[in-house]
């Protein structure tokens, strides 16, 4: 498992940013861009058709994209030389947790360093994003929680002999992957150099799970105990037969959480 970090582009940054920007987007996804980005005017941007949205994206963040390219090049350097001094530790780290040799899997991620403050990953594609504003501390604990997903669906995949497509949202196996970064993220190998963890310091999932409440107890305690008594085969067997028993309550929490940004 190894990440190269790059800056690919401005194209690649309003492709990046337009995922986001989809008439079913809400609002705690799309809202991000005009916090970060005052000069762009969300409800402007919402009412555009979607073949206007490029073009009014390209004109806004040119000009900053111009300013900071030199520092999107720096932030690489940067970002490689943290996961570099770090790889071994991430690896050995999943390796156990996931069970599985990961030295030979995934040795060719790439993280994207763009303008885009939210940060997509495609799995088959094997790449992410990471918004530049990260220091390279902070990417690294980004990147710990992709790194995450990609082997958690590796051996999901290889488990339950599923299809990749399955696990994007809104599908409840991608709800499942985000909330269980937590309870990996748990061992101090790990821990120790995510500068968001814990909840404490903004925590490395989502918000929205960090204050989901199911049977009266927070859902991702809940995950980390069934994580530190099963292997992890069973641990995905048996936290998603969880999330499918109580998938009506995950939802509502999310629904009413994405309202807002």
Same mark, same amino acid.
């Given at each position: 498992?190894?990440?190269?970090?790059?800056?690919?582009?401005?194209? =690649?940054?309003?492709?990046?940013?337009?995922?986001?920007?989809?008439?079913?987007?809400?609002?705690?996804?799309?809202?991000?861009?005009?916090?970060?980005?005052?000069?762009?005017? *969300?409800?402007?941007?919402?009412?555009?058709?979607?073949?206007?949205?490029?073009?009014?994206?390209? *004109?806004?963040?040119?000009?900053?994209?111009?300013?900071?390219?030199?520092?999107?090049?720096?932030?690489?350097?940067?970002?490689?030389?943290?996961?570099?001094?770090? =790889?071994?530790?991430?690896?050995?780290?999943?390796?156990?947790?996931?069970?599985?040799?990961?030295?030979?899997?995934?040795?060719?991620?790439?993280?994207?360093?763009?303008?885009?403050?939210?940060?997509?990953?495609?799995?088959? *594609?094997?790449?992410?994003?990471?918004?530049?504003?990260?220091?390279?501390?902070?990417?690294?604990?980004?990147?710990? =929680?992709?790194?995450?997903?990609?082997?958690?669906?590796?051996?999901?995949?290889?488990?339950?002999?599923?299809?990749?497509?399955?696990?994007?949202?809104?599908?409840?196996?991608?709800?499942?992957?985000?909330?269980?970064?937590?309870?990996?993220?748990?061992?101090?190998?790990?821990?120790?150099?995510?500068?968001?963890?814990?909840?404490?310091?903004?925590?490395?999932?989502?918000?929205?799970?960090?204050?989901?409440?199911?049977?009266?107890?927070?859902?991702?305690?809940?995950?980390?105990?069934?994580?530190?008594?099963?292997?992890?085969?069973?641990?995905?067997?048996?936290?998603?037969?969880?999330?499918?028993?109580?998938?009506?309550?995950?939802?509502? =929490?999310?629904?009413?959480?994405?309202?807002?940004?």
């Amino acid at each position: 498992m190894f990440v190269t970090y790059t800056n690919p582009g401005f194209d =690649h940054s309003v492709d990046s940013i337009l995922l986001f920007h989809q008439n079913d987007a809400t609002p705690y996804w799309s809202d991000a861009l005009s916090y970060f980005y005052p000069q762009i005017d *969300a409800d402007m941007l919402r009412g555009l058709a979607p073949e206007q949205r490029r073009a009014y994206l390209e *004109a806004a963040l040119e000009s900053v994209w111009h300013e900071l390219a030199d520092e999107l090049d720096s932030k690489a350097e940067a970002y490689n030389r943290r996961f570099v001094t770090y =790889h071994e530790q991430i690896e050995d780290a999943l390796s156990e947790a996931f069970e599985t040799d990961t030295g030979v899997i995934f040795n060719d991620l790439t993280g994207n360093i763009t303008l885009n403050p939210v940060c997509p990953r495609f799995l088959k *594609a094997r790449y992410f994003d990471v918004f530049y504003k990260n220091s390279a501390q902070g990417a690294l604990g980004l990147s710990i =929680h992709e790194i995450i997903h990609y082997i958690w669906f590796h051996v999901w995949n290889r488990h339950f002999g599923d299809d990749y497509s399955e696990y994007e949202t809104p599908s409840l196996k991608w709800v499942l992957s985000e909330m269980v970064v937590e309870s990996i993220v748990d061992d101090p190998r790990l821990a120790s150099i995510n500068p968001y963890y814990p909840r404490e310091n903004g925590g490395c999932v989502y918000g929205y799970f960090q204050d989901m409440v199911i049977q009266g107890k927070p859902i991702l305690d809940t995950l980390r105990e069934l994580y530190g008594s099963l292997s992890i085969t069973d641990y995905m067997e048996t936290s998603y037969r969880y999330c499918l028993k109580n998938e009506f309550a995950i939802r509502r =929490h999310i629904a009413k959480a994405e309202k807002a940004f």
